[in-house]
């Protein structure tokens, strides 16, 4: 039977693999993450539709990392000049020029630091904007479930997918189709990758800052704007980055 406590009975193995394969991964993608920070780049993070929460979880909030930005297909209007309708395109991530869009309203610098997240790696937006990101010599980290990738056919022209064309790929554990449990006659409920998304964010964060205080520096970390001192503290390090970060939702 389906019921909250077999989910959680559920994700948590999903979380321990997580955690036990991707250790090597993730100090692959902190070590690129850090070196671009260090040569003044921003982190710049992309995901369309439910992967956009992964783009969320990194970027100007609490704990996090300062210097960091969120791309989203709500850029077309929101810093460009595309009609509003143009959100209301359900396969609007399946187009590829949508990602020349994107990046040319990113404006990155040559210390940026790419991650882009998708569960099935397939989609035209995203693919076309790693290809755009590899080709400006920019690193790129993917996140992707592997499973899920494998086992569909890529929608961009070049036949590529997104972990195809990462420097690193962080596997976010989900399954093919994502949803956790089966349901009696087919189909499942319950999806998981916005769950490890998240912890790989943090995952991410955390040794992105371990290599911070190892090399003897104090990382640019947000404190809750809900705390006294936290505006003053955030806008005190956000100033660093004048004119290159974008705070809008």
Known sequence: MISAQRYADAVRPVLDRLVDTQVEAVDRAADLIAAGLRRGGVLQAFGAGHSEAFAAE????????????????????LHGDAPRDVLA????????????????????QPGDVFVVASQSGINGSVVELATLVRAAGHPLIAVTSVEHT?????????GHRLADLADVVLDN???????????EG???VCAVSSVTAALLA????????RRFH???????????ANVPGGDEHNLALESRYAGRLRRTA
């Open 186 to 188: 087919g189909g499942a």
């Open 202 to 209: 943090q995952l991410l964060t955390a040794e992105v800052v």
């Open 58 to 77: 990194l970027v100007a909030r609490a704990g996090g990392l300062v210097p960091t930005n969120r791309l989203s297909l709500h850029d077309l209007v």
């Open 89 to 108: 395109d359900p396969k609007l991530e399946r187009d590829p020029s949508v990602a020349h869009q994107l990046y040319a309203l990113a404006a990155p």
């Open 214 to 224: 190892q090399a003897g520096e104090v990382p640019p970390i947000y404190l809750s």
């Open 173 to 183: 554990g989900a399954p093919y189709g994502d949803a956790l449990l089966p349901l």
């Open 150 to 158: 494998a086992r569909v056919t890529p929608r961009h022209p070049s």
